[in-house]
């Protein structure tokens, strides 16, 4: 029997996706009333990013989310954009677009499936259930027929799943891993019972951090839901602007973002605020899944030894042990985090480049940068915190 045609729509806003048809690709897991596994590709989220005008004209992120249709229903959605230069990646290309243009090509502007501004693993090509491999394919082939029908580049699909890059690899479109720090919670009862796993030495050297960032003076909090108020807001944008602006010259996201997370997102998010006298003076934000915590944002008005580590990976520990949650992903790069028990797992991405020279040259870099990175896992692991026995089960 001939397979059904399935058509594809490209939309350059949300606002012409109904959100059930977008979520019931995306997260189908929520339709019980939990929480999605990944908030970040909610209908809610993105249109947040496209609201707030992070995203859009003037950005560099300019907004192609796709949709595949079959027999009159959505069986896939991507959040696909026109990017006009690499920034809000964490998946580096640079050395390629500029050996690209040195030779004379035009790398920008180039198509993006990704969660802008989110080094978060998750599922890029999001299918109705029942549809995973009909509307996988289509959502690829769609997207690179997109890149070739416009002459552009090449096309980028970034910290996808390991089954997605597994799909998307034999349909042509080339691997790439690279590695950031996760903590796994292995069923720790308490926080105790994580330092318990650790080494003597590793276990008293967080135990004195903790002890040093809780004398800071003042008491530290977690929000969530309606605990959030507004005046948060303020002091989170505080601490975003002087991050962003030291890390990347600019922040990514706009003040209204923020406000259009308080109104539409408190419930997926998680803050950890350290006050002063009323007042807070450092922060962290994160976003909460049905088995993980993502770490995304920290900013102080403050400087107090060790407060960073306590907010950023210690609290986020306790919450996610309080909570049942089985991982913490404390965002892109950072060895410090394999001394607190956050150790180096793999991310993937897929790359389609049309161009076939600079395609051939991409590739064996691809090859010689797989094998590095799968020995720098191997060799950071050994050097984690964990007793030897724990490292072994790690591995």
Excluded at 221 to 241: S, V
Excluded at 271 to 285: C, F, K, Q
């Amino acid at each position: 029997m001939a397979e059904h045609q399935v058509e594809i729509t490209i939309h350059h806003s949300l606002a012409q996706v109904d959100a059930e048809v977008w979520d019931a690709c995306a997260c189908p897991e929520a339709a019980d009333g939990g929480r999605p596994f990944d908030p970040f590709t909610t209908y809610r989220f993105l249109k947040a990013l496209e609201d707030s005008r992070s995203v859009g004209t003037g950005t560099g992120w300019t907004p192609y989310y796709m949709t595949a249709e079959c027999d009159g229903q959505t069986i896939g959605v991507a959040p696909l954009f026109l990017k006009s230069h690499s920034q809000g990646e964490y998946i580096f290309d640079h050395n390629w677009g500029h050996a690209y243009e040195r030779a004379g090509g035009r790398y920008y502007p180039k198509l993006q499936i990704a969660v802008p501004f989110t080094p978060v693993t998750g599922r890029r090509f999001l299918t109705r259930p029942g549809f995973e491999q009909q509307g996988r394919a289509a959502l690829v082939q769609g997207a690179v027929q997109l890149a070739e029908n416009n002459g552009l580049s090449s096309l980028h699909v970034t910290f996808c799943t390991q089954e997605e890059l597994d799909a998307g690899a034999a349909m042509g479109l080339m691997p790439r891993r690279t590695q950031q720090y996760h903590w796994v919670n292995r069923n720790y009862p308490d926080f105790e019972g994580f330092l318990d796993s650790l080494s003597s030495r590793k276990r008293k050297t967080i135990r004195k951090e903790r002890r040093v960032a809780q004398e800071f003076g003042g008491e530290i909090k977690q929000l969530t839901g309606d605990a959030i108020e507004r005046h948060h807001w303020d002091a989170i944008w505080q601490f975003y602007q002087d991050t962003g602006a030291r890390k990347w010259g600019m922040p990514y996201l706009t003040r209204a973002f923020f406000d259009i997370a308080h109104r539409d997102l408190r419930d997926d998010i998680l803050l950890v605020l350290a006050e002063r006298d009323g007042r807070p003076v450092a922060g962290a934000m994160n976003l909460i899944g049905r088995d993980r915590l993502y770490g995304r944002y920290w900013g102080c008005s403050e400087h107090h030894p060790c407060l960073h580590f306590e907010l950023c990976y210690y609290q986020a520990m306790d919450f996610s042990i309080a909570h049942g949650l089985k991982t913490v992903e404390a965002g892109a790069q950072g060895e410090h985090k394999l001394a607190r028990g956050y150790l180096p797992t793999p991310t993937h991405s897929l790359h389609w480049i049309n161009d076939p020279g600079l395609r051939a040259a991409i590739d064996r870099y691809l090859e010689a940068e797989r094998a590095a990175v799968e020995e720098d896992i191997e060799i950071l692991t050994s050097f984690g915190p964990f007793k030897k026995t724990e490292v072994e089960e790690h591995q």
